[in-house]
T-cell receptor, first 110, second 112 residues
Framework: GQQLNQSPQSMFIQEGEDVSMNCTSSSIFNTWLWYKQDPGEGPVLLIALYKAGELTSNGRLTAQFGITRKDSFLNISASIPSDVGIYFCAGLVRGAQFYFGTGTSLTVIP | SQTIHQWPATLVQPVGSPLSLECTVEGTSNPNLYWYRQAAGRGLQLLFYSVGIGQISSEVPQNLSASRPQDRQFILSSKKLLLSDSGFYLC???????????FGNGTRLTVT
């Protein structure tokens, strides 16, 4: 199957700091999604991206669909304790299924 | 608005016992439905998906099966559980094949 490399695997940051994470693939994707998962719960959709170069925000979160269509980025500004969780990217190849990255675990230190 | 319900939230079953996990979606019709398994290492593995009643596609050969007896109902089953079936099972729905997936809250299955 398709391989999505998500980095970093984990992050420990101070409250108030900005966060950046990314997802890369050797394949071209038509859609990129970003999810957040809290412990013991299902992933919740944060942002959906449909066009190369697209930049979309959701509150303090901003995600971009890479120009090459092989990558995507998620930024969180001014982190707060409730940002703690695992962030997943997911990419869709047209006519196929969504492939998920292995997640970035975010810890925010108050 | 659409909601997805998944139950039970947790389940402890002995090896060799049967399994039935249920998922229902409200507020939409003819959704695409999915079963994923999430291992402790975080990765989400697609097990089954369905584009309509009675239509099931299997992604991974395993000890599990899925059924879609009604438009908005998706069931994950096993006749005899294995230890390796332990994990976090997630049901999801999407409007079409390229629509974002929306997940339920999952079932934590422990096979003992």
């Amino acid at each position: 199957g398709q391989q999505l490399n998500q980095s970093p695997q984990s992050m420990f940051i101070q409250e108030g700091e900005d966060v950046s994470m990314n997802c890369t693939s050797s394949s071209i994707f038509n859609t990129w999604l970003w999810y957040k998962q809290d412990p013991g719960e299902g992933p919740v959709l944060l942002i959906a991206l449909y066009k190369a170069g697209e930049l979309t925000s959701n509150g303090r979160l901003t995600a971009q669909f890479g120009i090459t269509r092989k990558d995507s980025f998620l930024n969180i500004s001014a982190s707060i304790p409730s940002d703690v969780g695992i962030y997943f990217c997911a990419g869709l190849v047209r006519g196929a299924q969504f492939y998920f990255g292995t997640g970035t675990s975010l810890t925010v230190i108050p | 608005s659409q909601t997805i319900h998944q139950w039970p939230a947790t389940l402890v079953q002995p090896v060799g016992s049967p399994l039935s996990l249920e998922c229902t979606v409200e507020g939409t019709s003819n959704p695409n439905l999915y079963w994923y398994r999430q291992a402790a290492g975080r990765g989400l593995q697609l097990l089954f998906y369905s584009v309509g009643i009675g239509q099931i596609s299997s992604e991974v050969p395993q000890n599990l099966s899925a059924s879609r007896p009604q438009d908005r109902q998706f069931i994950l089953s096993s006749k005899k559980l294995l230890l390796s079936d332990s994990g976090f099972y997630l049901c999801a729905w999407g409007r079409t094949y390229n629509s974002p997936l929306h997940f339920g809250n999952g079932t934590r299955l422990t096979v003992t």
